[in-house]
């Protein structure tokens, strides 16, 4: 149990599907972040958010669309994924502030037909 | 922004040996160096990480060494099991949100 819970764990979508991930942390934390996780490639900082400000876009396609409603939940809206778009999609938090340590909850799998 | 690159992209090694995960990190200004172990289907989890006012950090079985002057860290695992073969990454920060992470180095600890 890491604090940091990510919903589905699993996920196939087709390349026309909406589909959304959820994540939410019972860390106090006041930042959230979703990462990208790819085979043979280093961890890719999507979105960051602080305070439920959007602090950090890294160059993502807008067919992924974030959403924090509150300092607790962070969703990932996904509309017209292609295939190369099938990773693991990592949510965590943080306490917030310089060097902080960086909480991962255990993942989505997703998968693009 | 910061590259940090990590070496070797996998290890095998014996049980009861040691093992050892270097890093290097471009920008001067980073300050956090954490290292993560992730496990067949999990999130990474924090194993240790290190401040830059520090050289030296250890906790049971690992360590992690800093050398700022040639901007490089080091995992160090002593003694190793079976249940320390995961794949473990290291990252590097300037001190805000935005952690720079390493490719990941694959240990396997042979029985």
């Known amino acids: 149990e890491t604090g940091v819970t990510q919903t589905p764990r699993h996920l196939v979508m087709g390349m026309t599907n909406k589909k959304s991930l959820k994540c939410e942390q019972h860390l106090g934390h006041n930042a959230m972040y979703w990462y990208k996780q790819s085979a043979k490639k280093p961890l890719e900082l999507m979105f960051v958010?602080?305070?439920?400000?959007?602090?950090e876009n890294n160059s993502v396609p807008s067919r992924f669309s974030p959403e924090c409603p509150n300092s607790s939940h962070l969703f990932l809206h996904l509309h017209t994924l292609q295939p190369e778009d099938s990773a693991l999609y990592l949510c965590?938090?943080?306490?917030?502030?310089?060097?902080?340590?960086?909480?991962f909850g255990e993942g989505s799998w997703l998968t693009v037909v | 922004g910061e590259n940090v690159e990590q070496h070797p992209s996998t290890l095998s090694v014996q049980e009861g040996d040691s093992a050892v995960i270097k890093c290097t990190y471009s920008?001067?200004?980073?300050?956090?160096f954490p290292w993560y172990k992730q496990e067949l289907g999990k999130g990474p989890q924090l194993i240790i990480d290190?401040?830059?006012?520090?050289g030296e950090k250890k906790d049971q079985r690992i360590a992690v060494t800093l050398n700022k002057t040639a901007k490089h860290f080091s995992l160090h695992i002593t003694e190793t099991q079976p249940e320390d073969s995961a794949v473990y990454f290291c990252?590097?920060?300037?001190?805000?949100?935005?952690?720079?992470f390493g490719a990941g180095t694959t240990v396997t600890v042979r029985a």
């Open positions: 290190i401040r830059s006012n520090v």
């Open positions: 965590a938090s943080s306490p917030g502030g310089p060097g902080n340590t960086i909480y």
């Open positions: 920008d001067s200004a980073s300050n956090y």
């Open positions: 990252a590097a920060s300037i001190g805000d949100y935005k952690l720079s």
């Open positions: 958010y602080n305070f439920k400000e959007q602090t």
